[in-house]
């Protein structure tokens, strides 16, 4: 397993690659809260004809720390987690890459996209948009959220059907059982704080008052995939978000939920080959 300091925090990383005679451009892809890259696996490896893939474990999540060594107090904003982003690919010596980033983390792609748009070639988000803000409902889903969070024993993951219970309604169709106990674990390995801050930074008035100005003012080609079923982030508040520039394009994968790259791969790649042309 590798590591590498991030605002001197140590991140896992990882990269999929094959032998190739020239060289490939990069994709990095980015996973969703309190999960971990690991179930961008079956996605790289299905992308290696055309592309180096990077994985990563964003801060506080997956295998990475979530604690400064040098002492300097990060914050759980989502625009910290696309600095994060900025200064991976520096360490790395990567300048332009292509991104693919999902629900949480496609938040932290767009803020990146328009923060640093030389860097990235292509986008892809999978499962975003944009929200309006509901005092009452996001008061409600704070306290939801922060029970969650609080009650995460490890002897959960050890239940039998535990992991199906907790997937059912990420889901519209079937995942294989070793993806959805993956899941489940990296949900309950999650580090307490970075969960709970990036719950009320990602779902929060600011973010509903600035993610449509964020993608207004796109200038990176994008493509947004939305699950038909996603109970998460319904297709509408995707579709919401396409219509606000002309640089995103939509797409809507028939028969899925929140993971469409995992409920219908076969379809998910096409859309994702369609979008990035030849290469």
Same mark, same amino acid.
């Given at each position: 397993?590798?590591?590498?300091?991030?605002?001197?925090?140590? !991140? !896992?990383?990882?990269?999929?690659?094959?032998?190739?005679?020239?060289?490939?451009?990069?994709?990095?892809?980015? !996973?969703?809260?309190?999960?971990?890259?690991?179930?961008?696996?079956? @996605?790289?490896?299905?992308?290696?004809?055309?592309?180096? &893939?990077?994985?990563?474990?964003?801060?506080?999540?997956?295998?990475?720390?979530?604690?400064?060594?040098?002492?300097?107090?990060?914050?759980?904003?989502?625009?910290?987690?696309?600095?994060?982003?900025?200064? /991976? /690919?520096? #360490?790395?010596?990567?300048?332009?890459?292509?991104?693919?980033?999902?629900?949480?983390?496609?938040?932290? *792609?767009?803020?990146?996209?328009?923060?640093?748009?030389?860097?990235?070639?292509?986008?892809?988000?999978? &499962?975003?948009?944009?929200?309006?803000?509901?005092?009452?409902?996001?008061?409600?889903?704070?306290?939801?959220?922060?029970?969650?969070?609080?009650?995460?024993?490890?002897?959960?993951?050890?239940?039998?059907? *535990?992991?199906?219970?907790?997937?059912?309604?990420? $889901?519209?169709?079937?995942?294989?059982?070793? %993806?959805?106990?993956?899941?489940?674990?990296?949900?309950?390995? *999650?580090?307490?704080?970075?969960?709970?801050? @990036?719950?009320?930074?990602?779902?929060?008035?600011?973010?509903?008052?600035?993610?449509?100005?964020?993608?207004?003012? /796109? @200038?990176?080609? @994008?493509? $947004?995939?939305? =699950?038909?079923?996603?109970?998460?982030?319904?297709? %509408?508040?995707?579709?919401?978000?396409?219509?606000?520039?002309?640089?995103? #394009?939509?797409?809507?994968?028939?028969?899925?939920? !929140?993971?469409?790259?995992?409920?219908?791969?076969?379809?998910?790649?096409?859309?994702?080959?369609?979008?990035? =042309?030849? /290469?």
């Amino acid at each position: 397993m590798a590591y590498i300091k991030v605002r001197g925090v140590e !991140h !896992h990383y990882e990269w999929i690659k094959k032998p190739s005679r020239g060289v490939k451009p990069v994709m990095v892809f980015i !996973h969703g809260w309190a999960g971990s890259s690991r179930y961008w696996r079956s @996605t790289a490896q299905a992308l290696l004809d055309k592309f180096d &893939c990077l994985l990563y474990d964003m801060r506080g999540f997956g295998r990475s720390d979530a604690k400064s060594q040098n002492g300097s107090n990060l914050s759980y904003e989502l625009t910290a987690y696309a600095e994060d982003l900025a200064v /991976l /690919l520096n #360490e790395l010596n990567l300048n332009r890459v292509y991104i693919n980033a999902h629900s949480m983390g496609a938040s932290v *792609a767009t803020l990146f996209f328009n923060r640093y748009p030389q860097r990235v070639e292509k986008g892809i988000l999978t &499962c975003s948009g944009i929200f309006e803000y509901d005092e009452k409902a996001f008061a409600a889903f704070y306290k939801f959220g922060g029970l969650v969070v609080k009650f995460r024993p490890q002897w959960l993951g050890k239940i039998p059907l *535990a992991d199906r219970m907790f997937m059912s309604r990420f $889901l519209h169709s079937p995942i294989p059982k070793a %993806e959805r106990q993956a899941f489940l674990q990296d949900f309950i390995d *999650a580090d307490y704080d970075s969960a709970l801050g @990036t719950i009320f930074t990602s779902v929060s008035k600011e973010q509903a008052d600035t993610m449509p100005q964020e993608f207004a003012k /796109l @200038t990176v080609p @994008t493509l $947004l995939v939305a =699950g038909e079923y996603d109970q998460i982030i319904p297709q %509408e508040l995707g579709k919401q978000a396409a219509s606000l520039n002309e640089k995103v #394009e939509l797409v809507v994968i028939p028969k899925t939920g !929140h993971f469409p790259m995992l409920e219908d791969e076969k379809t998910y790649l096409q859309k994702v080959r369609n979008f990035l =042309g030849n /290469l």
